[in-house]
């Protein structure tokens, strides 16, 4: 019940062990065309170039960046934690030219911070901003700064690694550019797969580059001809065939139960922990209207050892809960509530353990 | 019986779907410091930064151009097939000033061209070559190019993703001072993860850098902070706990087996599959000194269809056999031996299936 990787399935293990077969096999090839429909469906998008990147969602975010960023770039990027200020990191590599929008951590990105920056920099030609702070567990409004990017006629990037599949990620509906997840978190998959989605507008910019994506990895002019399909697959890396199994197998679980009622049990499990959090006495990061379900941040209690109450917890109840990152280290604790973690089952059993090493 | 990825035995494949722990869990790390020694007996190092990237062979390959060529620098490419013109690739997204060394396809890189590349290009601040050619199974031979590059100061950069495991790779031995691979080859792991390895030497050039890595995934100043283990883990991305426990596994029965051993049955078996070859009639794309044991290229015959024979034999037989690649598309088939897949029964039933098919 960290902030992932997140308690993976059975059906999603046996996934894993099936035997390996070529990235160029046509039964392997029929499985990414499933995948790729499931993980339209998990983004909630038509996007055609939605696909798996093979690493983690640090590579999807660099690919984000490094195909959408070019040399001298403007960029908005929001800072409101960790991950956030890894955007940042990115756009500086990619060589353009971050404008800071700052949130205090533990808060949502602020819009009209947002509108402002844009009427100072009329050039910006990307907003970036992360969805569900991992590092705080905020969640911001992302229909709203969409739809300012827009207005502003810039793309949007967005993280969602911690959001999709536990809270509603719109992709078509919010008007996103580009968005990149990870397999370890809502999905309930192995970590290593970064699920990413990019609209028409996008591939269009990174068609009209006028310098070379400085990454060959990550380049989606040749990422496209192995997961495009169009006139036959063009070999560019070994797909991480196994793990794709799981993701597969992850997707399909997740659309037999449903989008809406997945995020319907990820926010009715977080009252429940957040309720019983509260008879503990402890204290959320977040306000609550800007809380995310799927990660809950709350201060350690003065006086109490942090490091040494979460290896008791791992010791004697088999219980992982997250350390904080950054400027929360020792400070504070992050539950997580994600995917086939978030069960009535495991919210009783963290309030009891947390119950018994608190007392 | 592809250029990989490669059968996956069973215990491996079990590995994987063992239950995911979280990527900072005292076992997992205790895991990973395993792996690194596993590592270190495959590539017959001593070198501490010895690791798998989470990411394929191409990330591991862009790992170390990333880190150890700056905008500017000189780097010799040896091109004798697909993967030489990948490193060319990187080169030229890094900034560097390529100096490159032709050889044709099917032949190893012939050192007296290194040298006299040298002489020219005095300085020259890296070389970088391929062991084992993929596209085309020639082996090179790196211990004099590793000594070439020594005597006139450079660095080098080694592709061995289909060496490892099959044929004798001796990093310190040889005084490599960059290398990487892949674990779904001779290590007969899925695909997904790139064991790198970097001389001291290296990592001195690293630091020494005056310009920021242009990768934040691949910056080895950052990764070196999760995989060292000096001074406690620093989170730097959620590594790919079941690949891993697979990773782990595979290279227990490597080490299980002996690596001289492994060696001993790749070329013995090779001997075997290649008597049986001739005697259907199909010539070898390499001559007879620089063939890999592991990676069997032989021309399509007169008036066969490549692709309807490779479509019967996988239905059929199911049996898969590689396609050429590049200037050998449609002309060449490779056949692998590699790992787990290399075996005496493997190699009856392919010849017997080639025959049947070429009848």
Not at 172 to 192: E, H, M, N, R, V
Not at 328 to 343: F, N
Request: aromatic fraction near 6%.
């Amino acid at each position: 019940m960290g902030p992932g990787p997140s308690d993976v399935p059975e059906r999603v293990l046996a996934a894993m062990a099936r035997p390996t077969i070529g990235h160029l096999d046509p039964a392997f090839q029929g499985m990414m065309e499933e995948l790729k429909a499931l993980l339209r469906y998990a983004f909630q998008t038509e996007n055609r170039l939605t696909f798996p990147v093979s690493g983690p969602g640090s590579v999807g975010m660099e690919t984000c960046f490094v195909n959408l960023v070019e040399p001298g770039d403007k960029v908005i990027v929001c800072v409101n934690g960790v991950f956030g200020g890894r955007m940042l990191e990115n756009v500086r590599r990619c060589g353009g030219v971050p404008v800071v929008v700052e949130d205090p951590w533990g808060r949502a990105v602020d819009p009209d911070k947002v509108e402002a920056a844009f009427k100072v920099h009329t050039d910006a030609r990307v907003l970036a901003f992360v969805h569900a702070e991992t590092s705080t567990g905020a969640q911001s409004d992302a229909a709203a700064l969409a739809a300012i990017a827009r207005r502003h006629g810039a793309l949007t990037i967005m993280d969602c690694v911690t959001s999709l599949g536990g809270t509603p990620v719109l992709i078509d509906a919010w008007g996103i550019d580009a968005a990149y997840s990870g397999s370890q978190k809502c999905l309930s998959c192995t970590p290593g797969l970064s699920p990413v989605t990019f609209s028409e507008r996008a591939i269009e910019r990174v068609r009209a580059r006028k310098t070379p994506v400085q990454s060959w990895f990550m380049d989606l002019n040749l990422v496209l001809g192995y997961w495009s399909g169009e006139g036959g697959r063009t070999y560019h890396h070994t797909a991480p065939i196994n793990p794709l199994y799981g993701l597969h197998e992850a997707l399909r679980i997740l659309a037999e139960e449903g989008m809406e009622n997945a995020w319907a049990r990820h926010r009715t499990l977080h009252q429940a922990l957040e309720a019983g959090l509260a008879r503990l006495g402890l204290a959320f990061v977040v306000p609550e209207p800007e809380r995310l379900p799927q990660l809950n941040a709350v201060f350690v209690p003065q006086g109490v050892n942090d490091a040494a109450l979460r290896a008791r917890l791992l010791d004697e109840f088999n219980l992982e809960i997250g350390a904080g990152l950054g400027a929360y280290a020792g400070k504070v604790w992050r539950i997580g509530l994600m995917g086939h973690a978030c069960s009535a089952r495991n919210v009783q059993y963290c309030l009891e353990a947390l119950g018994k090493v608190l007392d």
